[in-house]
């Protein structure tokens, strides 16, 4: 479940960058926050489906009920999908991660971290509440 959040953290850092540096966009550019946005449910969905799957494949000796782990990771998703709204139309919640880190790092820099870090616990928490409900067999 970890390696999934560190996974789904590190999208916000990847888009910004290749926004930033290849295609010259500034983070508040829309096409590079809905691309990211969208990246991240698609990879949450996909991660935490494969996940789910594995974790009832070791608990019950075989994958039961692939609609149970599809809607588990359903929730994972809606998370994700909550959450890093809230995040990106209210600043004031990410300025705190910008904030405590030291000013020779670059504006761009600083968002992307601000955003894989509630990508990270957003998909933390979607996962520890859906792998609960997937290792029931």
């Known amino acids: 479940m970890i390696a ?7 999208i916000p850092y990847v888009g910004f960058m290749i926004g930033h540096y290849i295609f010259s ?5 829309a096409y590079v926050l809905i691309s ?14 494969g996940s789910f799957a594995l974790m009832q494949q070791q608990t019950c000796k075989k994958v039961k009920n692939y609609k149970q782990i ?13 959450g890093m709204p809230l ?17 020779y790092i670059s504006y761009t820099t600083k968002e992307s971290i601000s955003y894989g870090y509630f990508a990270f616990w ?8 859906g792998g609960t409900f ?4």
């Open 4 to 10: 999934t959040a560190i996974v789904i953290s590190l």
């Open 25 to 29: 966009l500034s983070t508040c550019d």
């Open 36 to 49: 990211i946005y969208l990246a991240i449910l698609l990879i949450t969905f996909g991660l935490c489906f």
């Open 70 to 82: 599809a809607s588990n990771s359903g929730i994972a998703t809606a998370i994700q999908a909550i």
């Open 87 to 103: 995040v990106a139309f209210m600043p004031f919640i990410r300025s705190f991660v910008g904030s405590i880190l030291p000013n």
């Open 122 to 129: 957003f998909s933390l928490f979607g996962t520890a509440i």
């Open 134 to 137: 997937s290792a029931v067999c």
